[in-house]
């Protein structure tokens, strides 16, 4: 029998199969070494992969992919394959009627890459700076809280998308959004429930707070670097630092730009 792992790294190479890249040129569309790319694959078919395929979720979204198909095999490969199935095909199909709905506002606000192939909505420049004509921009918000507390388990399903200032958001292409949860960061203005923007294009450094995945779990804490050493730590003394050791799966998913908070 598959392992979980399995199913989903086999899925990976469909899309790489798909995009007619090879490896290293998946590679680097994923942000990846090329010699890390192997990581993502066990190396048998019941065991799990040193690197959680997993957690690839946010850089497949970018290159158009369903995350919904990538974690379940069920669906469409691609977010376009949905929005371009007839009427037909979408009602008798249960899946795809509920894929369908769940990504239909973020093609009405502007997908920026489908299927693979980059599109410039909102007068985004294709290389450098990202300049846009319009006032907001439009990013997703994924339904898998990330905890502020014990890490929990990684998975990305986009929930909606979120229309914000764009002042606010200095790499639409490579921001996202999640809902916090738990208690660990109450010291940095972090609450449960808040919604936390995060950029990916921020090169993450000391002191920055970050979204960090840990042999395939996420949580929100503060970055902490000391030479060789590399610590997330909370910012409630109920709460022991996290130390990264030799041999864990560790990888920041972007910088925390944005707390935002309703109020009353």
């Known amino acids: 029998m598959l392992s979980r792992d399995k199913k989903i790294s086999l899925r990976l190479e469909e899309i790489r199969n798909a995009l007619s890249l090879g490896k290293g ?17 066990p190396t048998t078919n019941e065991g799990e992969s040193k690197r959680k395929p997993e957690t690839l979720v946010v850089e497949l979204l970018s290159l158009g992919v369903n995350a919904h198909w990538y974690l379940t095999g069920k669906g469409r490969m691609f977010v376009h394959e ?5 009427e037909m095909d979408i009602e008798n199909d249960d899946v795809l009627k509920q894929e369908a709905r769940k990504i239909q506002l973020l093609f009405d606000r502007g997908l920026i890459n489908i299927g693979g192939k980059k599109e410039e909505t909102f007068g985004m420049v294709a290389e450098g700076p990202e300049k846009y004509s319009t006032k907001t921009a439009s990013i997703p918000v994924y339904s898998h809280a990330i905890a502020a507390g014990p890490a929990t388990d ?6 909606e998308s979120l229309d914000l200032p764009r002042h606010m958001i200095n790499h639409p292409s490579k921001t996202y959004a999640v809902r916090a949860t738990g208690d660990s960061m109450i010291g940095a203005g972090i609450e449960e429930g808040d919604i936390l923007i995060v950029d990916r294009a921020v090169e993450p450094i000391n002191k920055n707070i970050v979204i960090a995945s840990i042999n395939g779990e996420q949580t929100v804490k503060r970055l902490w670097i000391d030479g060789g050493n590399i610590k997330l730590m909370p910012e409630n003394h109920n709460y022991e630092p996290i ?5 864990m799966d560790f990888r920041t998913q972007g910088v925390v730009t944005w707390v935002i908070r309703k109020t009353g």
């Open 25 to 41: 040129e998946m590679a680097e569309k994923l942000g990846v070494y090329p010699q890390d790319y192997s990581k993502f694959f």
């Open 82 to 86: 949905i929005h371009e199935a007839s």
């Open 154 to 159: 990684s998975t990305c399903p986009v929930e």
């Open 243 to 247: 130390e990264v050791q030799k041999g």
